[in-house]
């Protein structure tokens, strides 16, 4: 029985690879490669190799040259750029609040408006006030007669003093009662400026140039001085020309800023969109390093005048520090990151060489070597895929963007057939 089964596995071995081959035959007769195969055969070479294209290859890329992109390196004038994310901030945000129990009897201002310093937003009502005023007044007046007469009484006393027909008690006590009359005024006139600075609480102003925000009470509304609640403040006011932009930057960065300060201003630009720009100057250096981030806050005085910056709002901020003459610069995808940091393939010969470098800083698509590489060398902008050190390497011309690249005429459409008659 097992040599029966035997028998019958080798015949159905034999059927299956005596299909094959009648299938391997059928094949090449119909792609007209059996000349090609018989011709290599009796060469003494195998059909696979004579199938290869011709051309040298490579020991590290045996499907022919790397097609890549390449860019000649040139020193080139380039700014000293910091780049960095802030938060712009106004340079004084002032809390609106009474500074005496009242009532609001008028509300002078809109919200949202840009005030200037000095105008009256609120009214509180100041009739109380007016009235003590009047009595203070009116008190002043009194003290100021009762001083007058204590003068007249003292000059009579010293008169008589004079011709011995009065005594030293009657003129000190003279004396004493007129001292008494003007310190009973000073008391009143100190009185007044109290009830007149109380009075000037009334009218509630705009303490600096700025916007202001959401109006929280309006008219009728009693307010009170020890109210802690949430509603004490009438309103804010953000004094936002100038406005400060705030941004932290890493400390390895802090000897430079602080030496291109010590030469003059440092520019900083803030970067609302593509198209709008505002600069100034770095007006405030935190004194002290944040060790969780390792980082130092910054903040730039900027001029917005066209209220282009709001508080609250990030932006891009960049820190021109000065200018590079002699910068060596290549486009940023030329650089490649590795296990062991930053290297990009330079082309020599045809080859490429993988080289670390060191990369100072990245700006506007440009990456700035600071080590490894030396002017005029060509360096690997597009196809680094397939790229390893000592590949063979063909340079390509870039590919034009989509945008760039010119349309094509379009071939004109054959006019429709005319129906016949």
């Known amino acids: 029985m097992r040599i029966v089964r035997l028998a019958v596995m080798g015949a159905l071995a034999i059927a299956v690879c005596g299909a094959g081959y009648y299938y391997r035959d059928e094949v090449v007769k119909r792609l007209g490669l059996g000349a090609a195969a018989s011709a290599a055969e009796k060469a003494g070479a195998s059909p696979a190799a004579s199938a290869q294209p011709q051309g040298r290859r490579g020991r590290l890329n045996p499907g022919g040259p790397v097609p890549v992109v390449v860019s000649k390196v040139e020193k080139k004038e380039m700014p000293i750029v910091i780049e960095a994310v802030g938060t712009v901030q106004a340079v004084a945000s002032i809390q609106i609040k009474a500074r005496i129990d009242s009532q609001i009897t008028k509300v002078n201002v809109e919200e949202g408006a840009l005030v200037k310093e000095g105008d009256l937003l609120f009214e509180l009502d100041s009739r109380t006030l007016r009235a003590q005023l009047g009595q203070i007044e009116a008190q002043i007046r009194k003290d100021q007669?009762?001083?007058?007469?204590?003068?007249?009484?003292?000059?009579?006393?010293?008169?008589?003093?004079?011709?011995?027909?009065?005594?030293v008690v009657s003129r000190d006590t003279a004396f004493t009662a007129l001292k008494a009359a003007e310190a009973q005024l000073e008391a009143d006139?100190?009185?007044?400026?109290?009830?007149?600075?109380?009075?000037s609480y009334t009218a509630i102003r705009a303490p600096v140039s700025g916007r202001i925000g959401s109006i929280s009470s309006k008219a009728g509304t009693v307010i009170r001085v020890n109210d802690n609640s949430a509603a004490a403040a009438l309103a804010?006011?953000?004094q936002v020309d100038p406005i400060y932009v705030a941004f932290a930057v890493p400390?390895?960065?802090?000897?430079?800023?602080?030496?291109?300060?010590?030469?003059?201003?440092?520019?900083?630009?803030?970067?609302?969109?593509?198209?709008?720009?505002?600069?100034?100057?770095?007006?405030?250096?935190?004194n002290s390093v944040d060790p969780n981030t390792?980082?130092?806050?910054?903040?730039?005085?900027?001029?917005?005048?066209?209220?282009?910056?709001?508080?609250g709002q990030f932006v891009k901020v960049e820190i021109v520090l000065g200018v590079d003459p002699d910068a060596i610069a290549v486009p940023a995808p030329a650089v490649q990151l590795g296990p062991q940091g930053p290297y990009l393939f330079v082309i020599k010969d045809g080859v490429a060489e993988l080289r670390p470098v060191v990369v100072k800083r990245t700006q506007n698509g440009e990456s700035v070597i600071g080590k490894g590489l030396a002017d005029g060398e060509q360096v690997v902008v597009d196809g680094h895929l397939r790229l390893v050190n000592g590949a063979n390497v063909v340079v390509r011309p870039s590919t034009p963007s989509p945008a760039a690249a010119p349309a094509q005429a379009q071939p004109p459409r054959p006019s429709p057939a005319q129906p016949r008659g």
Do not use: C
């Not at 006139?189 to 009075?199: D, G, N, Y």
């Not at 390792?294 to 508080?311: D, Q, S, Y």
């Open 145 to 167: 007669a009762q001083v007058q007469q204590a003068r007249r009484d003292l000059q009579r006393y010293e008169e008589l003093l004079a011709k011995n027909a009065g005594t």
């Open 189 to 199: 006139e100190a009185a007044k400026a109290s009830v007149q600075t109380s009075l």
């Open 236 to 238: 804010t006011i953000n």
């Open 251 to 286: 400390q390895i960065y802090l000897p430079d800023i602080r030496a291109a300060m010590a030469k003059g201003e440092v520019k900083v630009v803030a970067l609302i969109d593509d198209d709008h720009k505002q600069a100034g100057a770095i007006a405030f250096i935190e």
């Open 294 to 311: 390792g980082t130092v806050t910054t903040k730039a005085r900027i001029g917005n005048a066209n209220e282009g910056l709001w508080p």
